[in-house]
């Protein structure tokens, strides 16, 4: 029966090798070292990854307070044969138990490779909560799952069979969820705000009204514009609920407090809507906003209709 450990498949070096020149097997390099693309990776045409960039090798048996990483393969893994190497160690019977019909394997066992468990503290210090928190309010808001998905039994234990160690750390509360929700809304805002500020081009807007299942009116205002890459840009700047009255009057106020959210009051250039008479009214009244509050002088929407909704 064969009798393998880590160390057969540690590359012999001679005395004056240096660390570039030693190897590991691959399942054994993963199973103590994490690998990141600090720069993250470059994509060629067809969306595979074209250079790895810049890569760090961080150890995770390390304890927290005294982390080693590198960006060299040999140095790590000279890292783990100088600090680790009873992780290069197994049991002598990491074979397969011999078979009638095969006879005895030479393979070592898929568990060999993975003899020391991870400590919690090094598996909680590789769990990045900012990612799975930006995870989490994905999930939530782009299926409509309910805020109280979080309480999910189901949602945790798929967490935690991933990382077992983090279980204190999960997004448990619906209050929470909400708070992240509203956090990330505000930080895309900001960061739609910005981009509309740098265009190249005028700001072109386009409304629809409609009424939702539960009887809110809601404007939606939308916007399309070329950056300063000069590509094509559109976005959904805004969705208020238009209350008591859905006359052009009130739309053209709740269109003003858009345009005056996100600075971009002399950059107006076309505005595109159906054929509702209510909108000639809106048009009217937001060009008078216009000129009243921001000095906009003499300026009129243009108005393309647009028939067949």
Known sequence: ??????SDFVTPSPANATPDSQYLEPPIFDAIFRTT?????????????????????????????SPW??????????HAKRKHSDLLQTDANTTEQDSEVTGPSKQPRMDAFFHHRPSDASLRR???RQKYIESVVALLTR??????????????DIVLACNPAIKDLLLTSRDAAMRHITASFDLYRSQLKAKLQAAVSKIHFSTDLWTSPHRHGILAVCARWVDSGYRLKRALLSMPECRYSHSGERQAALMAETIEFYGVASQIGYY??????????????LSQI???????????????????N
């Open 272 to 285: 595109t809507g159906d054929n509702a008479s209510s909108n000639d009214t809106c048009l009217t009244h």
């Open 126 to 128: 590789i769990f990045d």
């Open 143 to 156: 299926h409509r799952l309910p805020f109280s998905a979080v309480k999910w039994d189901a949602l945790q």
């Open 1 to 6: 029966m064969s009798s393998q450990t880590f």
């Open 37 to 65: 693309h600090p720069s993250g990776l470059s994509l060629g045409p067809s969306g595979k990854r074209k250079t790895s960039g810049r890569v760090i090798y961080g150890c995770l048996h390390c304890p927290p307070e």
């Open 69 to 78: 990483s590198n960006g060299k393969r040999g140095n790590a893994i000279y």
């Open 290 to 308: 216009l000129r009243d509050k921001y000095g906009v002088g003499g300026m009129l929407l243009g108005q393309e209709r647009q028939h067949g």
